[in-house]
Protein backbone atom coordinates (compact mmCIF):
# COMPACT_ATOMS: atom_id res chain seq x y z
CA UNK A 1 0.00 0.00 0.00
CA UNK A 2 2.64 2.61 0.48
CA UNK A 3 4.75 1.74 -2.38
CA UNK A 4 1.56 2.31 -4.37
CA UNK A 5 1.21 5.86 -2.68
CA UNK A 6 4.83 6.56 -3.52
CA UNK A 7 4.01 5.62 -7.04
CA UNK A 8 1.01 7.95 -7.22
CA UNK A 9 3.38 10.92 -5.41
CA UNK A 10 6.23 10.21 -7.97
CA UNK A 11 3.46 10.35 -11.09
CA UNK A 12 1.65 13.64 -10.06
CA UNK A 13 5.20 15.51 -9.33
CA UNK A 14 6.74 14.07 -12.89
CA UNK A 15 2.69 15.63 -14.19
CA UNK A 16 2.89 19.11 -12.01
CA UNK A 17 6.68 19.20 -13.47
CA UNK A 18 5.18 18.93 -17.17
CA UNK A 19 2.84 21.13 -16.39
CA UNK A 20 4.52 23.85 -15.14
CA UNK A 21 7.57 23.49 -18.09
CA UNK A 22 4.40 23.58 -20.40
CA UNK A 23 3.57 26.86 -19.02
CA UNK A 24 6.94 28.49 -19.44
CA UNK A 25 8.19 28.21 -22.96
CA UNK A 26 11.82 28.36 -23.60
CA UNK A 27 14.54 27.36 -25.88
CA UNK A 28 17.48 25.20 -25.18
CA UNK A 29 20.98 25.36 -27.24
CA UNK A 30 23.05 22.58 -27.14
CA UNK A 31 26.68 22.84 -29.39
CA UNK A 32 28.45 19.67 -29.60
CA UNK A 33 31.18 19.11 -32.70
CA UNK A 34 31.06 22.10 -34.38
CA UNK A 35 27.06 21.33 -34.57
CA UNK A 36 24.53 23.38 -32.67
CA UNK A 37 21.49 21.80 -31.67
CA UNK A 38 17.79 24.20 -30.38
CA UNK A 39 15.05 22.12 -29.21
CA UNK A 40 11.82 23.20 -27.05
CA UNK A 41 12.15 22.99 -23.13
CA UNK A 42 9.46 20.77 -22.84
CA UNK A 43 11.19 18.20 -25.77
CA UNK A 44 14.70 18.57 -23.61
CA UNK A 45 12.75 17.67 -20.24
CA UNK A 46 10.94 14.75 -22.40
CA UNK A 47 14.60 13.60 -23.09
CA UNK A 48 16.28 13.61 -20.10
CA UNK A 49 13.79 11.61 -18.45
CA UNK A 50 13.74 9.10 -21.42
CA UNK A 51 17.34 8.74 -21.30
CA UNK A 52 17.06 7.92 -17.38
CA UNK A 53 14.49 5.29 -17.76
CA UNK A 54 16.75 3.81 -20.42
CA UNK A 55 19.40 3.66 -18.17
CA UNK A 56 17.76 2.55 -15.38
CA UNK A 57 15.92 -0.28 -17.63
CA UNK A 58 19.84 -1.24 -19.13
CA UNK A 59 20.97 -1.56 -15.56
CA UNK A 60 18.47 -3.64 -14.48
CA UNK A 61 18.43 -6.08 -17.49
CA UNK A 62 22.37 -6.15 -17.06
CA UNK A 63 21.90 -6.98 -12.68
CA UNK A 64 19.42 -9.47 -13.58
CA UNK A 65 21.87 -11.60 -16.54
CA UNK A 66 24.65 -11.42 -13.47
CA UNK A 67 22.48 -12.56 -10.60
CA UNK A 68 20.38 -15.08 -13.03
CA UNK A 69 23.23 -18.23 -11.99
CA UNK A 70 22.02 -17.42 -8.26
CA UNK A 71 18.26 -16.68 -8.81
CA UNK A 72 17.80 -20.34 -10.40
CA UNK A 73 19.94 -22.04 -7.93
CA UNK A 74 17.66 -20.40 -5.31
CA UNK A 75 14.61 -21.56 -6.93
CA UNK A 76 15.76 -24.91 -7.20
CA UNK A 77 16.93 -24.98 -3.29
CA UNK A 78 13.22 -23.25 -2.39
CA UNK A 79 11.60 -26.26 -4.33
CA UNK A 80 13.95 -28.56 -2.86
CA UNK A 81 13.33 -27.49 0.49
CA UNK A 82 9.63 -27.70 0.39
CA UNK A 83 9.47 -30.93 -0.92
CA UNK A 84 11.76 -32.13 2.02
CA UNK A 85 9.35 -30.34 4.33
CA UNK A 86 6.78 -32.35 2.80
CA UNK A 87 8.07 -35.71 3.57
CA UNK A 88 9.35 -34.40 6.68
CA UNK A 89 5.55 -33.70 7.66
CA UNK A 90 3.96 -36.68 6.13
CA UNK A 91 6.65 -38.53 7.97
CA UNK A 92 6.09 -37.45 11.53
CA UNK A 93 2.02 -38.19 11.24
CA UNK A 94 2.88 -41.70 9.93
CA UNK A 95 5.06 -41.32 13.52
CA UNK A 96 2.09 -40.74 15.35
CA UNK A 97 0.11 -43.06 13.57
CA UNK A 98 2.40 -46.20 14.65
CA UNK A 99 3.59 -46.62 10.84
CA UNK A 100 7.35 -47.05 11.23
CA UNK A 101 7.68 -47.98 7.50
CA UNK A 102 6.53 -44.64 5.99
CA UNK A 103 8.41 -43.19 8.55
CA UNK A 104 11.47 -44.61 7.88
CA UNK A 105 10.74 -43.98 4.15
CA UNK A 106 9.88 -40.50 4.87
CA UNK A 107 13.18 -39.72 6.77
CA UNK A 108 15.55 -41.19 4.33
CA UNK A 109 13.42 -38.77 1.81
CA UNK A 110 13.95 -36.20 4.04
CA UNK A 111 17.47 -36.13 5.19
CA UNK A 112 18.17 -36.13 0.99
CA UNK A 113 16.41 -33.00 0.87
CA UNK A 114 16.99 -31.20 4.04
CA UNK A 115 20.56 -31.49 6.13
CA UNK A 116 19.83 -32.43 9.68
CA UNK A 117 21.94 -29.43 10.87
CA UNK A 118 19.66 -27.23 9.37
CA UNK A 119 16.41 -29.04 10.45
CA UNK A 120 16.63 -30.82 14.29
CA UNK A 121 13.23 -32.58 13.63
CA UNK A 122 15.08 -34.81 11.45
CA UNK A 123 17.12 -36.64 14.16
CA UNK A 124 13.27 -36.32 16.39
CA UNK A 125 11.82 -38.30 13.01
CA UNK A 126 14.93 -41.17 13.12
CA UNK A 127 14.37 -42.12 16.36
CA UNK A 128 10.56 -41.94 16.72
CA UNK A 129 10.99 -44.46 13.70
CA UNK A 130 13.73 -46.56 15.34
CA UNK A 131 11.44 -46.87 18.36
CA UNK A 132 8.48 -47.75 16.53
CA UNK A 133 11.11 -50.66 14.37
CA UNK A 134 11.74 -52.24 17.64
CA UNK A 135 15.62 -50.41 17.63
CA UNK A 136 15.83 -48.97 20.78
CA UNK A 137 19.68 -49.16 21.24
CA UNK A 138 19.66 -46.70 18.01
CA UNK A 139 16.84 -44.50 19.58
CA UNK A 140 18.91 -44.23 22.53
CA UNK A 141 21.77 -43.11 20.44
CA UNK A 142 20.30 -40.52 18.73
CA UNK A 143 18.50 -39.23 21.57
CA UNK A 144 22.20 -38.65 23.09
CA UNK A 145 23.11 -37.41 19.99
CA UNK A 146 20.44 -34.20 20.75
CA UNK A 147 22.45 -34.00 23.86
CA UNK A 148 25.42 -31.91 22.25
CA UNK A 149 22.64 -29.03 20.40
CA UNK A 150 21.24 -26.46 22.98
CA UNK A 151 18.24 -26.58 20.65
CA UNK A 152 17.66 -30.30 21.09
CA UNK A 153 18.74 -30.91 24.30
CA UNK A 154 15.96 -31.26 26.42
CA UNK A 155 14.18 -33.13 23.70
CA UNK A 156 16.81 -35.58 24.01
CA UNK A 157 16.87 -35.95 28.04
CA UNK A 158 12.88 -36.41 27.60
CA UNK A 159 13.65 -39.51 25.13
CA UNK A 160 16.46 -40.68 27.34
CA UNK A 161 14.10 -40.38 30.40
CA UNK A 162 11.84 -42.45 28.57
CA UNK A 163 14.22 -45.29 27.72
CA UNK A 164 14.77 -45.83 31.21
CA UNK A 165 11.59 -45.93 32.51
CA UNK A 166 10.83 -48.63 29.99
CA UNK A 167 13.51 -50.54 31.22
CA UNK A 168 13.09 -50.05 34.97
CA UNK A 169 16.23 -47.98 35.48
CA UNK A 170 14.92 -45.74 37.85
CA UNK A 171 18.35 -44.01 38.82
CA UNK A 172 18.84 -43.28 35.40
CA UNK A 173 15.70 -42.00 34.85
CA UNK A 174 16.32 -39.65 37.86
CA UNK A 175 19.50 -38.07 36.77
CA UNK A 176 18.02 -37.28 33.58
CA UNK A 177 15.20 -35.81 34.68
CA UNK A 178 17.43 -33.63 37.16
CA UNK A 179 19.55 -32.44 34.37
CA UNK A 180 16.63 -31.56 32.57
CA UNK A 181 15.12 -29.64 35.77
CA UNK A 182 18.20 -27.92 36.44
CA UNK A 183 17.33 -26.45 33.20
CA UNK A 184 13.95 -25.85 32.78
CA UNK A 185 12.14 -25.99 36.30
CA UNK A 186 8.52 -25.33 34.24
CA UNK A 187 8.50 -29.28 32.95
CA UNK A 188 6.56 -31.40 34.71
CA UNK A 189 7.98 -34.45 34.28
CA UNK A 190 11.09 -33.46 35.06
CA UNK A 191 10.28 -31.83 38.49
CA UNK A 192 7.97 -34.76 39.58
CA UNK A 193 10.78 -37.72 38.35
CA UNK A 194 13.26 -35.14 40.47
CA UNK A 195 10.86 -34.32 43.60
CA UNK A 196 10.67 -38.04 44.48
CA UNK A 197 14.88 -38.63 44.41
CA UNK A 198 14.86 -35.28 46.65
CA UNK A 199 12.37 -36.86 49.07
CA UNK A 200 13.36 -40.72 48.87
CA UNK A 201 17.28 -39.28 49.26
CA UNK A 202 16.02 -36.90 52.81
CA UNK A 203 16.59 -33.73 50.54
CA UNK A 204 13.67 -31.76 52.21
CA UNK A 205 15.10 -28.31 51.52
CA UNK A 206 16.10 -29.03 47.59
CA UNK A 207 12.50 -30.55 47.42
CA UNK A 208 11.32 -27.27 49.46
CA UNK A 209 13.38 -24.94 46.33
CA UNK A 210 11.81 -27.43 43.56
CA UNK A 211 8.72 -26.70 44.94
CA UNK A 212 8.77 -23.29 44.60
CA UNK A 213 10.44 -22.83 41.64
CA UNK A 214 7.12 -24.86 40.66
CA UNK A 215 5.08 -22.62 41.95
CA UNK A 216 6.97 -19.57 40.57
CA UNK A 217 6.43 -20.77 37.19
CA UNK A 218 3.02 -22.04 37.94
CA UNK A 219 3.32 -25.12 37.03
CA UNK A 220 1.05 -25.87 40.07
CA UNK A 221 -1.74 -24.31 41.71
CA UNK A 222 -1.06 -22.56 44.84
CA UNK A 223 -3.18 -24.58 47.27
CA UNK A 224 -1.09 -27.44 45.93
CA UNK A 225 2.13 -25.92 46.53
CA UNK A 226 0.68 -24.85 49.77
CA UNK A 227 0.03 -28.44 50.55
CA UNK A 228 3.53 -29.98 49.31
CA UNK A 229 5.32 -27.55 51.17
CA UNK A 230 3.53 -28.51 54.48
CA UNK A 231 4.10 -32.17 53.67
CA UNK A 232 7.90 -31.57 53.33
CA UNK A 233 8.17 -29.21 56.25
CA UNK A 234 6.04 -31.88 58.48
CA UNK A 235 8.73 -34.33 56.75
CA UNK A 236 11.77 -32.45 57.48
CA UNK A 237 10.47 -31.68 61.03
CA UNK A 238 10.18 -35.50 61.86
CA UNK A 239 13.68 -35.63 60.61
CA UNK A 240 15.15 -33.20 63.45
CA UNK A 241 13.00 -33.62 66.36
CA UNK A 242 16.02 -35.23 68.16
CA UNK A 243 19.21 -33.43 66.49
CA UNK A 244 18.09 -30.19 65.78
CA UNK A 245 14.40 -29.00 67.81
CA UNK A 246 14.86 -25.35 67.03
CA UNK A 247 15.13 -25.96 63.44
CA UNK A 248 12.40 -28.56 63.71
CA UNK A 249 9.68 -26.84 65.62
CA UNK A 250 10.32 -23.43 62.88
CA UNK A 251 9.75 -25.98 60.11
CA UNK A 252 6.81 -27.54 62.07
CA UNK A 253 4.96 -24.25 62.71
CA UNK A 254 5.54 -23.27 59.35
CA UNK A 255 3.40 -26.25 58.23
CA UNK A 256 0.93 -25.89 60.20
CA UNK A 257 0.62 -22.25 59.46
CA UNK A 258 0.22 -23.62 55.85
CA UNK A 259 -2.29 -26.44 56.60
CA UNK A 260 -4.17 -26.04 59.96
CA UNK A 261 -6.09 -29.24 59.03
CA UNK A 262 -3.16 -30.79 58.31
CA UNK A 263 -2.70 -33.56 61.55
CA UNK A 264 0.60 -34.88 61.38
CA UNK A 265 1.88 -31.80 61.10
CA UNK A 266 0.00 -30.51 64.01
CA UNK A 267 1.20 -33.22 65.96
CA UNK A 268 4.66 -32.98 65.37
CA UNK A 269 4.22 -28.85 66.27
CA UNK A 270 2.55 -29.59 69.30
CA UNK A 271 4.77 -32.05 70.43
CA UNK A 272 7.89 -29.61 69.78
CA UNK A 273 5.84 -27.14 71.92
CA UNK A 274 5.22 -29.60 74.89
CA UNK A 275 8.77 -29.97 74.77
CA UNK A 276 9.69 -26.19 75.48
CA UNK A 277 7.11 -25.85 78.13
CA UNK A 278 5.05 -24.19 75.77
CA UNK A 279 1.80 -26.16 76.47
CA UNK A 280 -0.74 -22.69 76.00
CA UNK A 281 0.50 -22.71 72.01
CA UNK A 282 0.24 -26.64 71.44
CA UNK A 283 -2.79 -26.95 72.74
CA UNK A 284 -4.09 -23.89 70.30
CA UNK A 285 -2.75 -25.61 67.32
CA UNK A 286 -4.18 -29.69 68.28
CA UNK A 287 -7.70 -27.58 69.19
CA UNK A 288 -7.90 -26.15 65.57
CA UNK A 289 -6.58 -29.57 63.79
CA UNK A 290 -9.44 -31.33 66.20
CA UNK A 291 -11.98 -28.89 64.64
CA UNK A 292 -11.25 -29.45 61.50
CA UNK A 293 -11.28 -32.96 61.02
CA UNK A 294 -10.60 -35.71 64.90
CA UNK A 295 -7.93 -37.64 64.55
CA UNK A 296 -6.89 -40.16 67.77
CA UNK A 297 -3.04 -38.95 67.64
CA UNK A 298 -4.15 -36.07 68.23
CA UNK A 299 -6.25 -36.42 71.21
CA UNK A 300 -3.52 -39.05 72.48
CA UNK A 301 -1.42 -36.01 72.51
CA UNK A 302 -3.52 -33.59 73.82
CA UNK A 303 -5.02 -35.49 76.53
CA UNK A 304 -1.12 -36.18 77.48
CA UNK A 305 0.16 -32.68 77.20
CA UNK A 306 0.89 -32.56 80.86
CA UNK A 307 3.00 -35.78 81.72
CA UNK A 308 2.50 -35.23 85.50
CA UNK A 309 -1.63 -35.14 84.87
CA UNK A 310 -3.60 -37.23 86.73
CA UNK A 311 -6.47 -39.17 85.05
CA UNK A 312 -9.17 -36.95 86.08
CA UNK A 313 -7.80 -34.21 84.50
CA UNK A 314 -6.93 -36.35 81.46
CA UNK A 315 -10.62 -37.17 81.54
CA UNK A 316 -11.49 -33.64 81.60
CA UNK A 317 -9.39 -32.96 78.93
CA UNK A 318 -10.87 -35.43 77.01
CA UNK A 319 -14.52 -34.28 77.37
CA UNK A 320 -13.14 -30.59 76.50
CA UNK A 321 -12.72 -32.15 73.03
CA UNK A 322 -15.68 -33.88 72.75
CA UNK A 323 -17.19 -30.70 73.76
CA UNK A 324 -15.57 -29.30 70.21
CA UNK A 325 -16.69 -32.00 68.00
CA UNK A 326 -19.91 -32.87 69.33
CA UNK A 327 -21.81 -36.39 67.80
CA UNK A 328 -18.10 -37.56 66.30
CA UNK A 329 -17.44 -41.40 67.17
CA UNK A 330 -13.78 -40.08 67.52
CA UNK A 331 -14.74 -37.70 70.19
CA UNK A 332 -16.47 -40.95 71.81
CA UNK A 333 -13.77 -43.49 72.21
CA UNK A 334 -11.74 -40.30 73.31
CA UNK A 335 -13.70 -39.75 77.07
CA UNK A 336 -14.10 -43.74 76.73
CA UNK A 337 -10.18 -44.20 76.70
CA UNK A 338 -9.56 -41.56 79.24
CA UNK A 339 -12.78 -42.55 81.86
CA UNK A 340 -11.16 -46.56 81.62
CA UNK A 341 -7.72 -45.14 82.84
CA UNK A 342 -9.44 -42.80 85.16
CA UNK A 343 -11.90 -46.53 86.18
CA UNK A 344 -15.24 -44.73 85.75
CA UNK A 345 -16.59 -47.53 83.43
CA UNK A 346 -19.78 -46.27 83.39
CA UNK A 347 -18.76 -43.44 81.23
CA UNK A 348 -16.62 -45.57 79.18
CA UNK A 349 -19.14 -48.05 78.63
CA UNK A 350 -21.70 -44.93 77.61
CA UNK A 351 -19.49 -43.65 74.97
CA UNK A 352 -18.21 -46.55 73.52
CA UNK A 353 -21.62 -47.71 72.69
CA UNK A 354 -21.99 -44.23 71.64
CA UNK A 355 -19.20 -44.39 69.80
CA UNK A 356 -20.36 -48.01 68.34
CA UNK A 357 -23.57 -46.72 67.29
CA UNK A 358 -22.07 -43.70 65.40
CA UNK A 359 -19.47 -45.97 63.74
CA UNK A 360 -19.19 -49.34 64.04
CA UNK A 361 -15.89 -50.27 64.09
CA UNK A 362 -13.29 -52.80 65.32
CA UNK A 363 -11.43 -50.37 67.60
CA UNK A 364 -14.67 -49.50 69.50
CA UNK A 365 -15.32 -53.57 70.16
CA UNK A 366 -11.68 -53.98 71.61
CA UNK A 367 -11.93 -51.12 73.95
CA UNK A 368 -15.98 -51.91 74.97
CA UNK A 369 -14.26 -55.67 75.92
CA UNK A 370 -11.28 -53.98 78.04
CA UNK A 371 -13.97 -51.99 79.58
CA UNK A 372 -16.20 -55.51 79.98
CA UNK A 373 -12.80 -57.14 81.46
CA UNK A 374 -11.93 -54.35 83.94
CA UNK A 375 -15.36 -53.98 85.39
CA UNK A 376 -16.43 -57.79 85.37
CA UNK A 377 -14.19 -59.87 84.19
CA UNK A 378 -16.90 -62.10 82.59
CA UNK A 379 -14.83 -64.20 79.69
CA UNK A 380 -17.70 -65.13 77.82
CA UNK A 381 -18.74 -61.17 77.05
CA UNK A 382 -15.58 -60.20 76.64
CA UNK A 383 -15.24 -63.11 74.22
CA UNK A 384 -18.54 -62.47 72.26
CA UNK A 385 -16.72 -58.70 71.52
CA UNK A 386 -13.73 -59.88 70.45
CA UNK A 387 -15.92 -61.76 67.83
CA UNK A 388 -18.06 -58.84 66.75
CA UNK A 389 -14.65 -56.91 66.98
CA UNK A 390 -13.45 -59.64 63.99
CA UNK A 391 -15.98 -59.30 62.42
CA UNK A 392 -16.25 -55.41 62.44
CA UNK A 393 -14.80 -52.72 59.82
CA UNK A 394 -11.64 -51.61 60.30
CA UNK A 395 -10.42 -48.67 62.07
CA UNK A 396 -9.16 -46.06 59.84
CA UNK A 397 -5.02 -46.02 58.88
CA UNK A 398 -2.50 -44.32 57.22
CA UNK A 399 -2.83 -46.43 53.48
CA UNK A 400 -0.53 -45.62 50.52
CA UNK A 401 -0.72 -48.30 47.57
CA UNK A 402 -1.37 -51.12 50.00
CA UNK A 403 0.75 -50.70 52.42
CA UNK A 404 -0.82 -50.01 55.96
CA UNK A 405 0.77 -47.66 58.77
CA UNK A 406 -0.12 -46.86 61.90
CA UNK A 407 2.10 -43.47 61.68
CA UNK A 408 2.30 -41.38 58.67
CA UNK A 409 5.26 -40.99 56.34
CA UNK A 410 5.67 -38.49 53.78
CA UNK A 411 6.27 -40.85 50.57
CA UNK A 412 5.26 -44.06 49.30
CA UNK A 413 7.43 -47.14 50.69
CA UNK A 414 6.63 -48.57 46.96
CA UNK A 415 6.87 -45.96 45.12
CA UNK A 416 8.14 -43.02 46.28
CA UNK A 417 5.34 -40.53 45.71
CA UNK A 418 5.36 -37.21 47.83
CA UNK A 419 1.96 -37.05 50.30
CA UNK A 420 0.88 -40.74 49.46
CA UNK A 421 -0.68 -41.64 52.73
CA UNK A 422 -4.37 -40.98 53.36
CA UNK A 423 -5.72 -41.44 56.60
CA UNK A 424 -9.13 -43.90 55.14
CA UNK A 425 -10.16 -47.77 56.35
CA UNK A 426 -7.96 -50.10 54.80
CA UNK A 427 -9.08 -53.05 52.64
CA UNK A 428 -11.67 -55.14 54.18
CA UNK A 429 -11.18 -58.57 55.25
CA UNK A 430 -12.51 -61.40 53.54
CA UNK A 431 -14.68 -62.84 56.89
CA UNK A 432 -15.67 -59.05 57.67
CA UNK A 433 -17.59 -58.65 54.37
CA UNK A 434 -19.29 -62.08 54.58
CA UNK A 435 -20.39 -61.72 57.80
CA UNK A 436 -20.52 -57.84 57.81
CA UNK A 437 -24.88 -58.34 58.65
CA UNK A 438 -24.55 -60.59 61.21
CA UNK A 439 -24.67 -58.13 63.79
CA UNK A 440 -26.82 -55.41 62.60
CA UNK A 441 -30.03 -54.63 64.47
CA UNK A 442 -32.59 -54.43 61.91
CA UNK A 443 -31.30 -57.42 59.77
CA UNK A 444 -34.59 -58.43 57.23
CA UNK A 445 -34.98 -61.89 57.56
CA UNK A 446 -34.39 -63.58 54.16
CA UNK A 447 -37.17 -65.21 52.72
CA UNK A 448 -37.98 -67.38 49.64
CA UNK A 449 -41.00 -66.99 47.33
CA UNK A 450 -42.96 -70.43 47.10
CA UNK A 451 -43.00 -70.76 43.24
CA UNK A 452 -46.43 -70.95 41.99
CA UNK A 453 -47.61 -74.20 40.95
CA UNK A 454 -49.91 -74.01 37.60
CA UNK A 455 -53.28 -75.54 37.91
CA UNK A 456 -53.46 -79.06 36.27
CA UNK A 457 -55.06 -78.85 33.27
CA UNK A 458 -57.63 -81.67 31.82
CA UNK A 459 -55.50 -83.89 30.09
CA UNK A 460 -57.66 -86.87 28.22
CA UNK A 461 -55.45 -89.66 28.98
CA UNK A 462 -55.46 -92.50 25.55
CA UNK A 463 -52.72 -95.10 27.50
CA UNK A 464 -54.55 -97.83 29.01
CA UNK A 465 -54.61 -97.85 32.86
CA UNK A 466 -52.44 -99.35 35.07
CA UNK A 467 -53.10 -102.43 37.09
CA UNK A 468 -53.97 -102.09 40.83
CA UNK A 469 -51.68 -104.63 41.33
CA UNK A 470 -48.38 -102.13 40.31
CA UNK A 471 -46.57 -102.60 44.24
CA UNK A 472 -47.20 -99.34 46.67
CA UNK A 473 -43.37 -98.14 46.34
CA UNK A 474 -44.10 -97.03 42.72
CA UNK A 475 -46.80 -94.33 43.75
CA UNK A 476 -44.14 -93.94 47.05
CA UNK A 477 -42.03 -92.77 44.25
CA UNK A 478 -44.43 -90.54 42.62
CA UNK A 479 -45.57 -88.77 45.48
CA UNK A 480 -42.01 -88.71 47.03
CA UNK A 481 -42.22 -84.35 47.08
CA UNK A 482 -45.63 -84.28 48.70
CA UNK A 483 -46.07 -83.78 51.99
CA UNK A 484 -48.99 -84.99 53.13
CA UNK A 485 -51.15 -82.89 55.85
CA UNK A 486 -51.44 -84.23 59.57
CA UNK A 487 -55.07 -84.65 59.88
CA UNK A 488 -57.55 -86.14 62.98
CA UNK A 489 -57.94 -89.14 61.11
CA UNK A 490 -54.47 -89.38 61.15
CA UNK A 491 -54.06 -89.03 64.85
CA UNK A 492 -56.66 -91.43 64.93
CA UNK A 493 -54.73 -94.14 62.60
CA UNK A 494 -52.53 -94.32 65.46
CA UNK A 495 -52.57 -97.83 67.25
CA UNK A 496 -53.16 -97.30 71.08
CA UNK A 497 -50.48 -99.52 71.87
CA UNK A 498 -48.03 -97.41 69.81
CA UNK A 499 -44.76 -97.21 71.60
CA UNK A 500 -44.17 -93.13 72.67
CA UNK A 501 -40.73 -92.01 71.37
CA UNK A 502 -38.86 -89.29 73.80
CA UNK A 503 -37.42 -86.38 72.67
CA UNK A 504 -33.62 -86.09 72.04
CA UNK A 505 -31.66 -84.68 74.98
CA UNK A 506 -30.51 -81.04 74.98
CA UNK A 507 -26.75 -80.98 75.13
CA UNK A 508 -25.23 -79.08 77.93
CA UNK A 509 -23.15 -76.11 77.44
CA UNK A 510 -20.18 -75.81 78.60
CA UNK A 511 -19.06 -73.99 82.00
CA UNK A 512 -17.17 -71.27 80.18
CA UNK A 513 -19.57 -70.19 78.04
CA UNK A 514 -22.49 -68.02 78.54
CA UNK A 515 -24.06 -68.18 75.23
CA UNK A 516 -25.63 -65.30 73.24
CA UNK A 517 -27.29 -62.75 75.09
CA UNK A 518 -30.46 -62.38 75.30
CA UNK A 519 -30.52 -58.47 74.36
CA UNK A 520 -28.76 -59.45 71.29
CA UNK A 521 -31.07 -62.24 70.12
CA UNK A 522 -32.90 -60.08 67.65
CA UNK A 523 -29.33 -58.95 65.62
CA UNK A 524 -28.96 -62.73 65.16
CA UNK A 525 -28.83 -63.37 61.45
CA UNK A 526 -31.28 -66.60 60.25
CA UNK A 527 -28.65 -67.96 58.03
CA UNK A 528 -26.43 -70.89 58.55
CA UNK A 529 -24.18 -70.85 56.01
CA UNK A 530 -20.88 -69.41 57.66
CA UNK A 531 -17.20 -69.62 55.98
CA UNK A 532 -15.25 -68.83 59.41
Known sequence: MIRILLFLAVVFALGLGFAWLADRPGEMVVTFSGY???????????????????????????????????????????????????????????????????ARKKTKEAAKLIRSDQEPLIQLLEAQASLLEGDHEGAREKFEIMLDDPEMRLLGLRG?????????????????????????????????????????????????????????????????ANRRRAVLLTAKAQALIDSDPNAAKTAAIEANRLRPDFAPAAVVAAKLLFRQNDVRKGAKILEAAWKAEPHP????????????????????????????????????????????????????????EAAIRMDRREGAYLLLADIEEAETGDQGKVRQLLSKAVRAPRDPAWVADGVVSDRWAPVSPITGKLDAFEWRAPMERLGQLIDSHEDAPDAAVPTIAAPIKPAKENVIELTPAVSAEKPAAAASERDEDQVAPVTAAAFAAVPPDAESVEPAEELARLPDDPGVDPDDEDQKSPRKFRLF
Open 36 to 102: QYQVSLMVAAVAVVAVVAAVMIVWWLIKSLWNSPYTISRYFRVRRRDRGYQALSTGMIAAGAGDGAL
Open 160 to 224: LYLEAERLGDRNAARHYAGRAAAVAPQLAWAAESTLEDLTGRGDWDGALKLVEAQKSTRQIERDA
Open 297 to 352: EIAELYTHARPADAVLDRLNRAKKLQEMKKNHAESSLTVARAALDAQDYKTARQEA
